[in-house]
């Protein structure tokens, strides 16, 4: 029987989709933050409306796995990315005439809502695209090309909305949206409609009861990940999040902040496709075993950042340490990304895959908004200390990998 080959028809489309729809979507998460950061210099408040904005992603992802696994995901794909278009060019016509904070704060949380909807219909349709052999190689491929929108959307989101404002980046993204929802329509996905438990309620509430009795109960180590991810998400990417910008834009006397942000952006998503490329061309050689390493691995790398901060007297010379620094942290993400999701989309029958990868994904997240929070206070609180924050971040993240070993070592 002839192999069929990995970019058959359809999965290329899921993927040139994902280059078009995530370049926006990274380029609008980049400059609306920032604008209310540039609008207020409060980390508190870039904060405490980022932690919001990851509430609906958390809650949504559930219900986004439950809806994948029983309506047609091609379906779900386009409707999304239509419906953002439209959020987008709304936002865009009300800015200006609405409260800022309020503005910024739904669209943003309706943005990572959707994302969190979206992604588990994207994650599930590849068992149902390539062979399970391809799975590793079809992962990374999808890593990359966020990476690849990722590392584009900022930088060139960034540069666009220093030289023409934010306006013509919300114009540039809504044209995004509309041009992929048009190229998902021509995608062919196998789908078999699945029965239903009765109401929608009832449902939505059984297929998540089910999801997580598999992961509990048939496969418990997965569960024990997500405590560990849980964990590295408050304190270290929340971190990431609201310090990056904060430091590059409020903290550091760098001209053009926001364009230089961008690029720091840009690196974590140069870091994370270099990681995709490792993990596609290292296939073979990855085990998940032994990936606690990767994540102590990026803890040791936010030391030197807290240093540079509290001994570099050169703004650009922090501003090169965060940026390396942010480099090696996604490459090691990255690996370990793409390997856990792999062994999750292997190990997890069809009928429950997609579910199964939006209860993870939700766990996974739930840290994040209170770790945005967190840090939002602390960088704001420890002004002049900035170093302070970034260091209590890195022997939190070490600490928390290092007791991780274990737990990765039962997953196989």
């Known amino acids: 029987m002839k192999k069929q080959k990995l970019f058959h028809r359809d999965f290329t489309l899921v993927v040139v989709g994902q280059v078009v729809s995530l370049f926006g979507n990274a380029a ?11 609008q207020t210099g ?11 904005a990851f509430i609906p992603a958390v809650l949504l992802s559930p219900v986004g796995g439950v809806v994948a696994d ?21 936002c865009s016509l009300l800015l200006g005439s ?33 062979s399970p052999e391809q799975f590793m ?46 190229m998902e329509l021509f995608i062919r996905i196998p789908f078999a409609p699945q029965p239903a438990a009765g109401s929608v309620w009832r449902t939505v509430k059984t297929d998540i009861a089910d999801s997580l009795r598999f992961i509990a109960r048939e496969k418990p180590a997965i569960g024990k990940a997500m405590l560990v991810v849980c964990g590295v998400n408050l304190a270290l990417s929340s971190m990431v999040v609201v310090g990056i910008p904060y430091l590059v834009t409020e903290v550091l006397p760098l001209d053009n902040g926001n364009a230089l942000c961008g690029f720091t952006q840009g690196a ?10 490792c993990a596609g061309v290292f296939a073979g050689r990855l085990t998940l075993q032994k990936t606690g390493r990767l994540i102590a691995l990026c803890a040791a790398l936010v030391f030197p950042i807290g240093l540079g901060l509290l001994a ?17 942290c996604m490459v090691c993400s990255t690996l370990f990304s793409v390997q856990m ?72």
Do not use: W
């Not at 609008?28 to 540039?38: D, S």
């Not at 091609?74 to 419906?83: E, W």
């Not at 974590?268 to 490329?277: E, I, M, P, Q, T």
């Open 137 to 182: 190689a079809a992962n990374s491929v999808i890593n990359m090309v966020a990476s690849f929108a990722a590392l584009t959307g900022p930088v060139l989101g960034g540069v666009l909305y220093s030289a023409y404002g934010l306006h013509a980046v919300l114009r540039m993204c809504a044209v995004c949206f509309a041009a992929s929802a048009v």
């Open 341 to 412: 999701m792999s062994f999750i989309q292997a190990e997890t029958p069809q009928q429950l895959i997609g579910k199964v990868i939006a209860v993870i994904l939700a766990i996974s997240n739930c840290a994040q908004p209170l770790g945005n929070a967190l840090y939002g206070v602390l960088f704001e609180a420890c002004g002049g200390f900035e170093y302070a924050v970034v260091l209590f971040s890195g022997v939190a993240s070490l600490l928390i990998a290092l007791g991780a070993g274990r737990v990765f070592r039962q997953l196989g």
């Open 268 to 277: 974590l998503a140069a870091g994370s496709l270099a990681g995709g490329v």
């Open 42 to 52: 409060s980390s508190r408040l870039y904060g405490l409306v980022t932690a919001c």
């Open 312 to 328: 570099c007297p050169s703004p650009m010379g922090n501003y090169g340490i965060l940026t390396v620094c942010c480099f090696g």
């Open 70 to 90: 029983r309506v047609n995901k091609r379906n779900i794909m386009v409707l999304l990315d239509f419906f953002t278009a439209a959020l987008t060019v709304a």
């Open 98 to 130: 609405v409260d800022l904070v309020l503005l910024l704060t739904v669209t943003l949380m309706l943005l990572y809502g959707i994302a969190g909807a979206y992604q588990p219909s994207v994650q599930a349709s590849i068992p149902a695209l390539v």
């Open 28 to 38: 609008i998460r980049f400059a609306l933050p920032l604008y209310l950061l540039n």
